[in-house]
């Protein structure tokens, strides 16, 4: 079966829990006709539907030229997928000049610039110094300052 | 208040910009439009939602003609890098990268960049121009609208942007309606019942639009880069020779900008078409039009003038519905809503009467951005070319970085960020399946606006069905949200049923699926 077949039936499945969801919305007892679950239980039936029709017509398969059909560099894409949850993990705890550091220089190595090692790691701690700088002074928007104050 | 009196509006309106505070955030706009343009995969509705946290302490006129001139310089910068990298720098300037390449190519990409700029002036000044007498028009019309018209009319948008948005109709479907149920999610303000938040007290205020717009575009293109920024080839052209047109290429372009122009416009004002659609188009037209038409491909000038010219003059036609209707057809448009939303303002016929500098304001500096953007980008442009070095993965880990930022300074919460980078995955996904991604922005705009209007044309009508059928205007929209319905599915039916019959005709050889 094509992977846009196994989307559908994802979509449909997705489309499911958000009927359940719906399911947990308390009805209200009060006048009105429309009470807060016909919208969510008019979406969810969509959902429903455009996975069953896009089982249906699932379209021509995509061009192999095309960025559907192009081999992907999973390992990257896991690697920025965890640098990303790290950072949320690490923000209050290491401050946000730290934890952005490590963003910005782990991001651009993930990303292929392994030759710029040196170079990258001046563009994150400079960056990251500014934001901080600029969103905690200028801007009176607080960003966490870590053990190290900053 | 209106009619005769635009042109005093527009004075009015070009005395509330042309103060030096107001003319800073229009240039301030017009060079930040340009640099997202020119650089790929960052647009304007993604720079629109991550100015917004910082925005919020200006004047909402400072913010607007900001995002303005934001909206309008993408659609300049955008041209630079199709003609000149063959990667087009917004999703609106793909077509202008055919022709524009090759004219690079052949030494005469000073006068693709020449004919994309000047076109992109007259389109954009032209669109601005047709905004200011349309807008108008439109309010005079909308004020007799109601709940149960602004219903019908949300729903119409929504169900174009279905019709419209990329090939397949099931996926823009689904697009539209996951967007619609996150907007569904969070405390409903009308019974004050909690929507799909499973007991976390984070999501009882609901998923932002903004985040959704950050986490779909900026967060979902950083993830695709991981996956493909070490296996893309880009062939770059150093600009050759210099920025004039010779007189051939003046007499081919003026025909191309026109018609780019008038398409645009009418592309721009529709709604879930928007600026890709607009200068494909366009593209098409000069297919049949242009003099130049059996040149087109191999780098024929109208291919880039008319294009160009056709997502300026629709970036101003975006303008019309939100700014008259307070309804958006666009990412970028939807995110514009959004903005206006956290002033405590609504589009639509009131605000003309009620935030009339504003509105005039916004429109005076729309004139003021196309000038200073002709400036910036024909004369200035081997400054922003200069941008193109900047190197890949500092640039996206720089973009990952100020869209945590912004979504952490909106809310001071990290489990926004949580929810960020599952939308982030998410646009991942979306965009490998090739779903279109400004409905769901637009779903999660519209969503609670939808649901809004459609309670209270029943609590008016007391609980009749009929009221969305027996107003005159709210009939006619209704009629046309079925048709819109009706269209794409007919459609795939009958391509269907054809492959059918070809298949026992024997014509196998064109069946793939």
Request: aromatic content about 0%; hydrophobic content about 35%.
């Given at each position: 079966m094509r992977a846009i077949r196994w989307v559908a039936l994802a979509i449909v499945m997705f489309g499911a829990f958000y009927l359940w969801g719906a399911l947990q919305i308390r009805e209200s007892t009060t006048y009105a006709a429309v009470g807060p679950r016909f919208m969510p239980n008019a979406i969810g039936l969509g959902i429903v539907l455009s996975g069953v029709w896009l089982f249906a017509f699932p379209g021509?398969?995509?061009?192999?030229?095309?960025p559907q059909a192009m081999s992907l560099d999973w390992v990257s894409i896991g690697l920025m997928v965890l640098l990303v949850a790290a950072y949320v993990a690490l923000f209050r705890v290491a401050g946000y000049v730290l934890a952005t550091t490590l963003l910005l220089w782990g991001g651009a190595q993930i990303l292929?610039?392994?030759?710029?090692l040196v170079r990258d790691g001046v563009i994150a701690v400079a960056l990251a110094v500014v934001i901080y700088y600029v969103f905690s002074?200028?801007?009176r928007i607080n960003l966490p300052p870590g053990p190290l104050g900053f | 208040m209106f009619g005769g009196d635009i042109w005093a509006n527009l004075i009015n309106g070009f005395s509330v910009v042309l103060t030096p505070q107001h003319l800073l955030f229009v240039m301030l706009g017009v060079t930040i439009g340009t640099a997202i343009g020119v650089l790929?995969?960052?647009g304007p509705s993604l720079t629109i939602s991550l100015l917004l946290p910082v925005t919020f302490g200006l004047e909402p006129i400072s913010a607007f003609v900001m995002f303005g001139g934001i909206f309008y310089g993408a659609m300049y910068g955008g041209s630079t890098t199709s003609i000149l990298v063959n990667t087009p720098g917004e999703s609106s300037s793909v077509v202008t990268a055919i022709d524009g390449f090759q004219m690079a190519k052949k030494g005469r990409g000073g006068a693709a960049l020449a004919t994309a700029a000047i076109g992109s002036f007259f389109a954009g000044t032209f669109a601005t121009l047709m905004l200011m007498l349309m807008a108008p028009l439109l309010v005079r019309f909308a004020l007799q609208f109601g709940a149960p018209e602004y219903f019908a009319l949300m729903l119409l948008a929504l169900s174009a942007v279905t019709g419209l948005a990329g090939q397949s109709a099931p996926k823009a479907f689904f697009a539209t309606l996951l967007g619609l149920a996150m907007g569904?999610?969070?405390?409903?303000?009308?019974?004050?019942q909690a929507r799909f938040t499973f007991g976390n007290l984070n999501l009882l205020g609901g998923i932002d639009p903004v985040m959704v717009a950050i986490g779909l575009f900026a967060v979902g293109e950083v993830f695709w880069a991981a996956g493909t920024l070490k296996r893309t080839f880009e062939e770059t052209v150093t600009l050759r020779g210099s920025l004039l047109m010779n007189r051939a290429e003046w007499q081919r372009s003026w025909p191309a900008w026109a018609r780019g122009s008038v398409i645009g416009f009418i592309i721009g004002v529709l709604p879930g078409a928007g600026a890709t659609i607009a200068s494909f188009l366009s593209y098409n037209a000069e297919q049949r039009f242009a003099k130049g038409k059996h040149e087109l491909g191999q780098g024929a000038i109208e291919g880039v003038a008319g294009p160009e010219a056709a997502n300026n003059a629709s970036a101003g036609g975006a303008l019309v519905p939100l700014l008259a209707?307070?309804?958006?057809?666009s990412a970028t448009t939807a995110v514009m809503l959004v903005a206006f939303q956290i002033y405590g303002l609504r589009p639509g016929p009131l605000l003309f009467q009620e935030q009339g500098d504003l509105v005039w304001g916004l429109i005076a500096s729309l004139y003021i951005a196309n000038l200073a953007l002709l400036v910036l980008n024909l004369p200035m442009v081997r400054i922003w070319i200069k941008l193109l070095d900047v190197p890949k993965p500092v640039l996206y880990a720089g973009i990952l970085t100020f869209s945590l930022l912004g979504v952490y300074a909106d809310t001071q919460n990290t489990f926004s960020m949580v929810i960020l980078l599952a939308l982030g995955v998410l646009g991942f996904l979306l965009r490998r399946y090739d779903f279109p991604l400004a409905p769901v922005v637009l779903g999660a705009v519209l969503g609670p606006l939808i649901e809004q209007e459609y309670r209270r044309s029943l609590a008016i009508s007391v609980n009749d069905y009929s009221v969305f059928f027996t107003r005159p205007i709210a009939l006619v929209l209704m009629t046309l949200v079925i048709m819109s319905f009706l269209v794409p599915i007919f459609n795939a039916v009958w391509k269907a049923s054809r492959r059918r019959t070809a298949v026992t005709a024997g014509a196998v050889g064109e069946i793939e699926d």
């Open positions: 021509a398969p995509p061009a192999p030229d095309s292929g610039d392994r030759h710029h002074q200028l801007l | 790929p995969g960052i569904m999610v969070g405390i409903d303000l009308q019974t004050g209707l307070g309804i958006p057809g």
